[in-house]
């Protein structure tokens, strides 16, 4: 098994740590490939998704249209 040391930068502070790849692991990120992308909701509940419960959906799709119209109007007033 290859160890890959791992170094980044957060708000200042350098971590530093190492990471195994899993054995039979599909690549990835790690290995210079995209990584694989699931969206966050579907109309279909069967589907494979982040947040895959019937409600989600819902909250994604309409609540944020209901309860965010201060969109609109910033838009229409303050927008250049």
Not at 55 to 71: C, H, K, L, V, Y
Request: charged letters at 20%.
């Amino acid at each position: 098994m290859t160890r890959r040391d791992i170094e980044f930068d957060a708000e200042g502070v350098t971590l530093r740590g190492w990471f195994y790849p899993a054995q039979g692991a599909p690549a990835g990120p790690f290995q210079g490939k995209e990584p694989a992308m699931v969206p966050v909701v579907d109309e279909d509940p069967l589907a494979a998704c982040a947040l895959p419960a019937p409600d989600s959906w819902s909250w994604f799709s309409e609540t944020g249209m209901n309860r965010a119209p201060a969109r609109d109007w910033f838009v229409q007033h303050l927008a250049p």
